[in-house]
């Protein structure tokens, strides 16, 4: 799945993190994160960091779908939604790698979430964070490093919705 770039970065931020997939429903994917220096070739060294991630139900409203993209706006759900508290893993510490393990089945959608029609434009959204607390290290401050998370949900085409 591909999202428009200008979209990103108005909901997030130009130069910011984002890991945007569509993930079929009731389907266990993992993701490996590998944190970097800004020009991509030097990993940063997370020992001592806590990870925390949290997703939450959103709306979104694709209104045009192209071969580079979407583009969409997103807003809040009705109702207040719960957050979802993700369980992000430190694989290689001084490498810089997490593994982020995401499993919609536990993010309470029901089977009959109309969003979760097999034929709808606008499937069920959520948006969140994977944040590492970075220690205070060397004479430098302690700071927080993100990625932003941007899942879509679809029908898994086993489990209709009418």
């Known amino acids: ?25 009731l389907q266990k994917k993992y993701y490996t994160l590998t944190y970097t220096t800004p020009d991509g070739l030097t990993p940063i060294d997370l020992t001592g960091a806590t990870l925390s991630a949290e997703i939450i139900r959103r709306k979104i409203n694709i ?53 979760l029609g097999i034929a709808v434009q606008n499937p069920v959204c959520f948006s969140g964070y994977v944040k590492a607390a970075m220690p205070a290290s060397g004479g430098n401050p302690a700071y927080d490093l993100f990625v932003f998370l941007l899942l879509l949900v679809r029908s898994n085409g086993v489990n209709l919705v009418a």
């Open 1 to 25: 799945m591909q999202f428009s770039q200008d979209s990103i970065e108005l909901l997030y931020g130009e130069g910011s993190v984002v890991l945007a997939d569509d993930i079929p429903y």
């Open 63 to 115: 209104t045009t779908e192209t071969p580079t993209g979407f583009v969409f706006t997103i807003e809040q759900a009705i109702g207040t939604p719960t957050p979802v508290t993700l369980n992000p893993v430190i694989v290689s510490a001084s490498q810089g790698v997490i593994n982020l393990p995401c499993d919609n089945g536990e993010w309470n959608i029901p089977a009959d979430d109309p969003e």
